[in-house]
């Protein structure tokens, strides 16, 4: 979920012009004009690398909402189990939005073995 602000502040501060400019550049910048060399994880990848023509990702598509239910635990239940912000866990039941790769590899590996991943934060928190 994107944060969301006011566009007219940043930190409660009114933008200056300079800022409003630099704004609308980004904004309005395509992927090839933003340059990020300053990126270290970008300079050492080959183009293309990232989301090449072939990119898959991994894993696919999971159905959170499924996967909640098998465990019979309530959204705030599974949420506090599991260490997801309930929120979170609502938005992306009810919206049908994917959560980024590495949740839905814990989801999935939640909906396999359970009690493994329960037992395993016991006292993690």
């Known amino acids: ?3 969301r602000f006011r566009e007219e502040e940043i930190l409660g501060k009114p933008l200056t012009e300079q800022q ?9 910048a395509a992927d090839a004009d933003i340059d990020t060399t300053d990126i270290p994880e970008v300079r050492e990848l080959p183009l ?3 989301r090449g023509k072939y990119f898959q990702p991994f894993p696919g598509a999971v159905d959170i909402k499924a996967i909640r239910g ?3 635990l309530s959204q705030a239940e599974f949420a506090k189990r599991y260490g997801f912000n309930v929120r979170t866990l609502q938005d992306w039941e009810s919206s049908g939005a994917q959560p ?8 999935k590996v939640i909906d396999r073995f359970p009690e493994m991943v329960a037992k395993a934060l016991q006292g993690a928190a």
């Open 48 to 50: 293309g690398a990232v």
């Open 70 to 72: 098998r465990s019979g």
């Open 1 to 3: 979920m994107r944060k």
């Open 100 to 107: 980024p790769s590495p949740v839905r590899a814990y989801l």
């Open 20 to 28: 409003k400019n630099e704004i609308a550049r980004a904004q309005s």
